[in-house]
């Protein structure tokens, strides 16, 4: 019975190595004070459903987490930047607005917004197996004009 007791936490194991939890960050400045992080939580090991989360920060004066919903593994995050600063953060078909200002700031959007995007400033992804942000090439993005 003692046996039984102490195996199936071992069984367990491989199963609870399968679930995600990690995160990446952009930083709008260069700097750690001022980021957008995304996080990437799987509650589950056997549903491949993934929450995400976004972390909008300017410190030391503010600091927000907001939920994204869900998407998969490999969903993949959009960030844009308007011109008045704002950005658009495009989840699959699904966008939010955000603000560093007070880090309060988090809505739905229906749709794109009549003036555009804004400038794509990268994409949080699986790169090599780990979640990164990589960042738009101004190079590559003034080609295409």
């Known amino acids: 019975m003692r046996l039984r007791h102490l195996l199936l936490p071992l069984l367990a194991a ?14 709008i400045d260069g700097t ?10 799987q509650p589950y ?3 491949p ?23 998969t593994e490999k969903t993949r995050v959009e960030v844009y930047q308007v ?3 704002a950005f658009i953060v495009k989840v699959g078909k ?6 560093t200002q007070t880090c309060e700031s988090f809505a739905k959007m229906d ?16 790169k090599k197996g780990e979640l990164v942000f990589v960042k738009e090439e101004k190079d590559a993005a003034a080609a295409e004009e």
């Open 94 to 99: 699904r966008m939010f607005a955000t603000e």
């Open 111 to 126: 749709s794109e917004p009549p003036e555009g995007m804004g400038q794509l400033m990268g994409t949080f992804r699986i």
């Open 45 to 47: 090991p056997w549903d």
């Open 83 to 85: 011109p008045s600063g």
């Open 49 to 71: 459903k993934v929450n995400l989360y976004l972390v909008v920060s300017r410190m030391p004066a503010c600091l927000r987490r907001h939920n994204l919903g869900t998407g």
């Open 14 to 27: 491989p199963l609870l190595t399968a679930c995600i939890n990690d995160g990446a960050t952009y930083e």
């Open 32 to 41: 750690r004070e001022h980021v957008l992080s995304l996080i990437r939580e």
